[in-house]
């Protein structure tokens, strides 16, 4: 019996000894090693941009096909190198990833250049952001392993196809301030990554909608950077740029002729001072000049009569009833010198979904936009018709029409009378000073 007891005691003593270790045969759990991401991603330099480089606070979010919303990782430019923290949502939690030696899969990398403070979340099993940014993204595909508990590589980031972006410098820029129309890019953004680390782009906004503007500086240079995607079905030779108040107080707009964008631009545009950017609204005017004479071709209201954005058609009046206005119509001559080469350029375009005539005098400043509108009884558009304040020679109105191309008879700017049908015509009122 006291040797029986001898051995217990042995044994108890040997489990005692052993560091506090607990070596019980139920408890098989085995510490896992930390994972260290040694991860990099390269600018793309070569491809046209307006921000051209990595800058300090700069964050690259990582989704790693297995592993599910919202765990991710979450790399930060200091400067001069990244550091890499593993997310679960918006809390930083080192090992969440729960990667281990031997994992392999799929990393996907999306740079926001505006949403570095951005947080994440979980949508069904794909990954959202906190806020929707419209503007460019970056992002790459990288396969990994981990191995010696370490997942290392470099992405190489590239900017989708079809994206653009645009510049106007403004020293006062601040975030949201203003927005940026052409009927020639839709704003587009990161909707969510899925779980298998597709990226879903926004669909809710169409070419009729602003791109929201970013403030970004460089330098001395200080501005807002606008960017969205190309609307394919744009064929127009012309380009018409609204930037506008967020608040709707003030709207200026820039006419481009004959310049085409494409995949990848990254186009400056005249800055916010500069006189190539024309108010326009109820009451605006503007006054053009050309490069021969006529020195002036007439100070114009930007809009026509009643209507408080260039795109707006406004009230169709009788030829008795336009002049019941009393205000000043354009005569024949005033409507000539716009529509010859000589004085000026004209492209037929839209504006926020609106067709018309976008005319620019020789030498800036000076634009106009002459919406069009359907003939009465249809709703196709054919032509625009504006009312001049010129009798033809047997005493009939006048009116100026602009028409899609090829135009009636290979013009698109036509100054014509009916006769007596004339009478019986309605026509929008566009307004000069006189």
């Not at 990954?127 to 470099?154: I, W």
């Amino acid at each position: 019996m006291k040797k029986y007891l001898f051995v217990f005691m042995a044994v108890a003593v040997v489990l005692s000894s052993c560091g506090g270790e607990n070596l019980l045969p139920g408890d098989r759990s085995v510490r896992q090693a930390p994972i260290t991401f040694n991860l990099t991603a390269s600018h793309p330099e070569a491809t046209k941009a307006v921000k051209t480089g990595w800058e300090a606070g700069d964050a690259i979010f990582v989704f790693f096909k297995n592993v599910a919303a919202p765990k991710h990782l979450k790399m930060t430019f200091d400067g001069s190198k990244w550091t890499n923290v593993e997310y679960d949502g918006t809390t930083a939690k080192p090992g969440c990833l729960g990667l281990s030696n031997g994992n392999t899969g799929t990393m996907r990398a999306v740079f926001l250049p505006f949403g570095s403070d951005a947080t994440l979340s979980a949508s069904g099993s794909s990954f959202v952001f906190s806020t929707t940014y419209y503007a460019y993204y970056l992002t790459a595909t990288l396969d990994y392993t981990v191995k010696n508990d370490s997942v290392s590589g470099a992405f190489l980031m590239t900017i989708p196809e079809g994206y653009v972006q645009f510049f106007v410098e403004d020293a006062s820029a601040d975030d949201g301030a203003y927005t940026l129309g052409t009927d020639a890019v839709i704003p587009t953004g990161v909707a969510s990554i899925a779980a298998d680390g597709t990226i879903v782009e926004t669909s809710d906004k169409t070419f009729v909608d602003d791109m929201p503007g970013y403030v970004y500086s460089k330098g001395s240079e200080k501005g807002y950077l606008f960017s969205g995607k190309l609307n394919d079905d744009y064929k127009f030779g012309g380009h018409y740029f609204a930037k506008s108040k967020a608040d709707g107080t003030v709207r200026h707009d820039y006419l481009v002729i004959g310049n085409e964008i494409t995949s990848h631009d990254a186009i400056k545009l005249p800055a916010s001072s500069s006189d190539k950017w024309i108010a326009v609204g109820n009451g605006k005017t503007v006054k053009l000049t050309a490069r021969t004479l006529p020195a002036g071709l007439g100070t114009w209201q930007t809009c026509n009569y009643g209507c408080s954005a260039p795109e707006e058609v406004g009230t169709l009046y009788s030829y008795e009833d336009a002049y019941a206005l009393g205000v000043p119509i354009p005569t024949n001559d005033q409507f000539s010198d716009i529509r010859f080469h000589a004085y000026t350029d004209h492209v037929w375009l839209t504006v926020h979904g609106q067709p018309g005539m976008g005319i620019k005098a020789k030498t800036e400043p000076g634009i106009l936009f002459f919406p069009a509108f359907p003939a009465p009884g249809l709703t196709t558009i054919e032509y625009g018709g504006y009312w001049t304040s010129t009798l033809s020679d047997d005493n009939y109105p006048c009116c100026f029409r602009v028409y899609p191309p090829p135009g009636q008879f290979g013009q698109q700017l036509v100054i014509i009378s009916d006769g007596e049908f004339m009478q019986y015509r309605r026509y929008a009122v566009r307004c000069i000073q006189e």
